[in-house]
């Protein structure tokens, strides 16, 4: 029996893909992924103290998007001149 190699699966390679810079945006990424069957994990960039205090200065969101390494190429082609989406450099 062959043995499996895990590390082939990119099991647990998950990156910071991408930063998402509005509600909207961030929306329209989701229905992408998930109809693209692309496993994704949003993690919100909470205000600082100093931003909580004064009320939020800028105004803006942010968003950082993980996914699985393996996806990357899928996932670039979708968001790629998105407004709103900065792509992680490689």
Known sequence: MAALNLNALFFNHE???CKVYNVESKDQVE???VSNRISFF???QEQR???R???NVSGRNV???HINEADTNLARNLVEGMDSV???SA
Do not use: M, N
């Open 31 to 33: 229905k992408l992924f």
């Open 42 to 44: 949003v993690e919100w």
């Open 63 to 65: 968003f950082t998007i």
């Open 86 to 88: 900065q792509i992680a």
């Open 53 to 55: 205090f004064f009320g």
């Open 49 to 51: 103290l100093w931003e």
């Open 15 to 17: 990156i910071s893909f």
